[in-house]
């Protein structure tokens, strides 16, 4: 297997490559703050069973995106290897999603049931479409390329937050759910009008076509368990944890607002109160998502997480000081003080998360098995979080945050294993790679 030279697509199209990961942020930003509420107000389920509920779409996700970002490596049509994936994905996805708020109004069944094929919708489409960016940018661009697509999909989880949280608190829930549902299609006509996969060298390729993806993903696997360097497996260790923290809290955040803060509202008005809070967070996560790249590439990639993990430690812990009227011997309301929290948090968030998928990407054999085992590990702890999290909180609501804390410090501890992932280390790791598939 010959090794092809990357050309890279101009940086000016990233955030049109970007727009396919925008549709998942537009949609989970909305799902996450109304539906939790919806099962706790229109069904009566216990918040240990939402917990449980909300944990379905990461269950699902776990076992079907490796495989399927390791299929999209192997797949080749005349429209390209991962749109065959997202094009689907995204339709069904924006149909689905508005299916839930219909469901809303039926039987317990047939809302778990919309949940559960909107799951599966968005499970199709995720790999391929975050594998778009290494596919098509170089690696000594993809950390600032990836913080541009994190730039774009927080721009629309801002909107999602903020225009359909404004609907939600004015009662107009069918809005907020279709505008969420175009928005979707608008973003997929534009990004397969303009992206063309076949018109770029789409860069080594190491995955054999006779090769069944269960062999791939048993191989990867192996691999980075016995590697004497192990930084992939504990750089997806670390994504687990400061999954499990962050899964959470923004699973709990609007019941905790609810619980705590405002329980004379509805559990829908309490979602648009909470979500208009909240919207800080994606408008500055999504700032620094640009200098998290920037540090990435000038500091390096590993040491740029640490310093965000500890911003977003402290944050975590000054929002357990928050009460109704009043932050750190300050007359301040509960709005303003988590505004403010979620201004911390974000500023860790950017720094973190727009680093690690690229480490990964640079460990990995092929893009989209790498990007499988991340949302693999990604998912893994977004089952454990509001699983376990959800039951601690049936004996008090307080616990959340020190329960994110604790997952945050692991994460912290867990970094200084990763070694390598640097730009430009892939060329190393594909001849080793290499030699091991041909024996």
Request: charged residues 15%; proline residues 3%.
């Amino acid at each position: 297997m010959a090794e092809k030279k990357v050309k890279g697509i101009s940086m000016w199209l990233v955030p049109i490559v970007a727009l396919g990961f925008a549709s998942t942020q537009l949609s989970w930003a909305l799902f996450n703050n109304v539906v939790p509420l919806m099962l706790q107000e229109n069904y009566g389920i216990t918040l240990a069973w939402v917990g449980f509920i909300m944990t379905w779409d990461n269950i699902i996700a776990f076992f079907l995106q490796p495989a399927i970002g390791s299929l999209s490596d192997k797949t080749k049509t005349r429209i390209g290897k991962r749109m065959p994936y997202i094009i689907p994905g995204i339709i069904l996805g924006s149909i689905l999603f508005y299916g839930i708020f219909l469901a809303s109004k039926e039987v317990l069944w047939i809302f778990l049931a919309a949940i559960v094929l909107f799951n599966l919708s968005m499970a199709l489409y995720r790999s391929p479409t975050v594998s778009l960016l290494p596919d098509l940018v170089r690696s000594e661009d993809r950390t600032l390329g990836n913080g541009i697509v994190n730039l774009v999909g927080g721009a629309f989880s801002g909107v999602s937050l903020f225009v359909g949280g404004a609907m939600l608190k004015a009662g107009n829930t069918q809005s907020a759910f279709l505008m969420v549902s175009v928005g979707m299609i608008l973003s997929l006509i534009i990004l397969f009008g303009v992206i063309k996969e076949n018109k770029y060298d789409l860069g080594t390729k190491v995955v054999e076509e006779k090769d069944n993806v269960f062999t791939i993903l048993k191989r990867e696997f192996k691999r980075m368990v016995r590697a004497e360097d192990k930084s992939m497996l504990f750089m997806l260790l670390a994504i687990f944890f400061w999954f499990v923290a962050w899964n959470a809290i923004e699973a709990f955040y609007s019941t905790y607002v609810h619980r705590t803060f405002v329980p004379e509202l509805t559990g829908e008005e309490a979602s648009g109160v909470a979500s208009g809070v909240m919207f800080v967070f994606p408008v500055v996560f999504v700032l620094f998502t640009l200098v998290g790249g920037i540090l990435g590439k000038n500091i390096g990639r590993a040491k740029t997480m640490k310093i965000g993990l500890a911003i977003m430690t402290l944050a975590i812990f000054l929002g357990s000081l928050i009460k109704i009227d009043s932050f750190l011997g300050l007359s301040l309301s509960w709005e303003t003080s988590f505004t403010i929290i979620f201004v911390i948090a974000a500023i860790g968030w950017g720094l973190v998360n727009v680093n690690s998928i690229v480490i990964i990407w640079e460990l990995a054999v092929d893009n989209g098995t790498g990007t499988g085992f991340y949302y693999a590990f990604a998912s893994a702890a977004a089952i454990t979080g509001p699983t376990v999290m959800g039951w601690i909180l049936e004996i008090d609501i307080s616990y959340l945050f020190p329960f994110s804390i604790t997952f945050l410090v692991i994460a912290f501890i867990t970094l200084f294993f990763v070694k390598s992932g640097e730009a430009g280390e892939k060329d190393g790791l594909l001849s080793e790679a290499l030699s091991e598939i041909s024996d």
